[in-house]
Structure formats: structure tokens, C-alpha cells
Nanobody
Framework: QVELVESGGGLVQPGGSLRLSCAAS????????MDWYRQAPGKQRELVAT???????DYPDSVKGRFTIFRDNVKNTMYLQMNSLKPEDTAVYYC????????WGQGTQVTVSS
């Protein structure tokens, strides 16, 4: 059984940083595409970071240069480092793994506000 458990969300001031974590059981990240998505109230879920099994990362322009996706193979945990946060980054953030497969974390709230 695959389980993804997220942590690290919270309240941060504009310009601040947060690191989200997504710990996996029942699956090995290094064999899968891994992503981070976010969903703000009243908006569609959007992709904010993706990383291939081979290690190639990509980001939309809205977060490029501020967000970094990476993984720790020993801990089997993926991360999203978020710097220079803006109020428009406020959303529920979800980790996702696959293909192969299609697995989601439970979501963690990130609020950027002064």
C-alpha cells in the first residue's frame, strides 16, 4: 500500500521561506516522476514543480527561480523548497508521484500573509 505523508506547511510572511516534505512508504521515489501541485480557493489545481526519475526538474514561470524540488533517496522523501514567498503562493500544496502509478499526498496548507 502506497502512502504519501506531507508536512511543513504553515503561515509565513511575504519574502519568507518554507520547506515542504513528502515522505513515502510502499514506493521508491527514484523510479517515478514526482510533482508538487497547489490549489488556491476557487482556482484549479496547478502544477508548481516536476522532477523526472532521471533528475530533470521543471517549473512554471510563476515559481521559477523561487521553488526547488528535490528528493532524498535514503529517507525516501521528496521536498519543495519555497523561497521569496508571495501572497499569491497561498494554497493547499499536494505532493504527487507517477507515472508509473498515480499517488497523492493529503495536502498541506501554506499561507503567505503579513
Amino acid at each position: 500500500q502506497v502512502e504519501l505523508v506531507e508536512s511543513g506547511g504553515g503561515l509565513v510572511q511575504p519574502g519568507g521561506s518554507l520547506r515542504l516534505s513528502c515522505a513515502a512508504s510502499g514506493i521508491m521515489f527514484r523510479f517515478h516522476i514526482m510533482d508538487w501541485y497547489r490549489q488556491a480557493p476557487g482556482k484549479q489545481r496547478e502544477l508548481v514543480a516536476t522532477r523526472s526519475a532521471g533528475g530533470i526538474a521543471d517549473y512554471p514561470d510563476s515559481v521559477k527561480g523561487r521553488f526547488t524540488i528535490f528528493r532524498d533517496n535514503v529517507k525516501n522523501t521528496m521536498y519543495l523548497q519555497m523561497n521569496s514567498l508571495k501572497p499569491e503562493d497561498t494554497a493547499v500544496y499536494y505532493c504527487h508521484v507517477g507515472p508509473p502509478g498515480d499517488y497523492w499526498g493529503q495536502g498541506t496548507q501554506v499561507t503567505v500573509s503579513s
